[in-house]
């Protein structure tokens, strides 16, 4: 492999190396996640051959999987077709040592939950920047918290003054006047909390999601099985899930 310079390579080389340990030739129901590092997965799929894509099935989490699906030539499915996928592929925006990641920087974090919980393996890929010992930690933004528009006022004064998060804000887009949008007409709140409040992500989880209003939270605890980081040196660290713990490895550049 060719690998790109910088972060795009980090990025590629996560995606390539989930790819081909993780994408085999019996999976034939695969969700493609969103994110900067997902069209690499694509890519990398494409690479393994037409003949073998032609019997695959792909399920897009968003608006950005699905363009990515369409370009590639590949066969669009939807998972209201296909309650079960073999195998899911998504970015995040952190990873912490236990596996529970942050997402819902692109405000996919629904569609992507969605597609996670189906999946009979779920895999995350990533460039070393997201690699991290407790969420938080690099991404500074917060939580990501989509929400029924017409109750983000009560949520928001709800994580401010009940659960602790002080600066929690209406997303805003950047090219229109006004708050993002997701895919689904929904708004997104960003809830940053201290250490201590998210130290126990399932539990913060539990109590976001109990708000009426919010839709779904950007906290993935206990669904991934593996993480791939890309990293400087072009090496590889894994995360992976092997019984009630997670092991660290490294694939040396090659």
């Not at 920047?129 to 989509?146: C, D, M, Q, S, T």
């Not at 994580?159 to 090219?175: D, F, I, Q, Y």
């Not at 919010?214 to 040196?233: R, T």
């Amino acid at each position: 492999m060719s690998q790109l310079p910088g972060i795009e390579g980090a990025k590629q080389l996560a995606a390539y190396t989930a790819v081909d340990k993780h994408i085999l030739p019996h999976h034939k129901i695969i969700g493609i996640g969103s994110g900067s590092t997902v069209p690499y997965v694509v890519e990398r799929i494409m690479q393994q051959g037409t003949e073998l894509n032609k019997g695959r099935t792909f399920i897009p989490t968003g608006f950005q999987s699905k363009e990515l699906i369409i370009e590639a030539r590949l066969n669009l499915g939807d998972v209201d077709q296909y309650l079960t996928i073999d195998v899911t592929i998504d970015g995040a925006d952190e990873v912490d040592a236990q596996l529970n990641c942050i997402k819902g920087g692109g405000a996919c974090h629904l569609r992507e939950k969605v597609l996670a919980e189906a999946a009979k393996s779920f895999i995350i890929v990533a460039d070393y920047r997201k690699n991290g010992k407790y969420l938080g930690e690099n991404f500074a933004h917060g939580v990501p918290i989509e929400v029924v528009p017409f109750a983000y006022a009560k949520v928001l004064q709800n994580l401010r003054s009940v659960l602790g998060s002080p600066n929690a804000s209406l997303r805003m887009a950047k090219a229109k006047a006004g708050p993002v949008v997701t895919d689904n007409a929904n708004f997104v709140i960003d809830a940053p909390f201290s250490r201590d409040l998210i130290k126990d992500p399932s539990s913060l989880l539990t109590k976001i999601k109990l708000l009426t209003g919010v839709v779904e939270v950007g906290l993935f605890c206990n669904i991934a099985q593996a993480a791939y980081f890309g990293n400087q040196d072009g090496s590889v660290t894994i995360k992976r899930v092997e019984g009630a713990k997670v092991i660290e490895e490294s694939i040396a550049a090659s």
